[in-house]
T-cell receptor
Framework: DVKVTQSSRYLVKRTGEKVFLECVQD?????MFWYRQDPGLGLRLIYFSYDVKMKEKGDIPEGYSVSREKKERFSLILESASTNQTSMYLC???????????????FGDGTRLSIL | KQEVTQIPAALSVPEGENLVLNCSFT??????LQWFRQDPGKGLTSLLL?????REQTSGRLNASLDKSSGRSTLYIAASQPGDSATYLC????????????FGQGTELSVKP
């Protein structure tokens, strides 16, 4: 079974701190994704990566950056945390579409981040 | 831009009922469509993936259908159980969003014993 592991289930940080959320997958997937989920807004894509050191902005990249130094690990960075970044953060991974149209995305358990 | 709508937003049924969750999307140029389940405070669990060339996909008591031309998918749950209580999300991929998943708001299902 595919395993996508997020480093923390719950995290509390202070405004202005630099925050790192880590995600590791064990299926050698090229694609990795970071989403945030908020009530009434659903899941929104922050950033995704289709290979090591490759990244692309999603729908809401402002205030975030990402790092992918190794294929299995994708980090989301809040450069200077703000209260409006309090949310549930979800990481996902998948094979790319050129491997066929039946490549599901697999999700981690999520990190509930509170910025005080 | 792809927009995904799920109806109803919430559903409460007695145990044993068969039920249908609906998903509609505006851009029919998709590679596939995934249905997910999300339990409160948890991540997403992939239930079914239908490729654009398929009409149906089945897994146990779940059956998902896809009508790409009309921009619709349904998730049928047979003989519902209290353990089916969760939020169900549909997400088409491909088309003009570069292969990324676009999510609906979900249907919150409650199955009463």
């Amino acid at each position: 079974d595919v395993k996508v592991t997020q480093s923390s289930r719950y995290l509390v940080k202070r405004t202005g701190e630099k925050v790192f959320l880590e995600c590791v997958q064990d299926m050698d997937h090229e694609n990795m994704f970071w989403y945030r989920q908020d009530p009434g807004l659903g899941l929104r894509l922050i950033y995704f990566s289709y290979d090591v050191k490759m990244k692309e902005k999603g729908d809401i990249p402002e205030g975030y950056s990402v790092s992918r130094e190794k294929k299995e690990r994708f980090s989301l960075i809040l450069e200077s945390a703000s209260t409006n970044q309090t949310s549930m953060y979800l990481c996902a991974s998948s094979f790319p579409y050129y491997r066929g149209p039946n490549q599901p995305q697999h999700f981690g358990d999520g990190t509930r981040l509170s910025i005080l | 831009k792809q927009e995904v709508t799920q109806i109803p937003a919430a559903l409460s049924v007695p145990e044993g009922e068969n039920l249908v969750l609906n998903c509609s999307f505006t851009d029919s140029a998709i590679y596939n469509l995934q249905w997910f389940r999300q339990d409160p405070g948890k991540g997403l669990t992939s239930l079914l993936l239908i490729q654009s060339s398929q009409r149906e996909q089945t897994s146990g008591r779940l059956n998902a259908s896809l009508d790409k031309s009309s921009g619709r998918s349904t998730l049928y749950i047979a003989a519902s159980q209290p353990g089916d209580s969760a939020t169900y999300l549909c997400a088409p991929a491909g088309g003009n969003q570069g292969g990324k998943l676009i999510f609906g708001q979900g249907t919150e299902l409650s199955v009463k014993p």
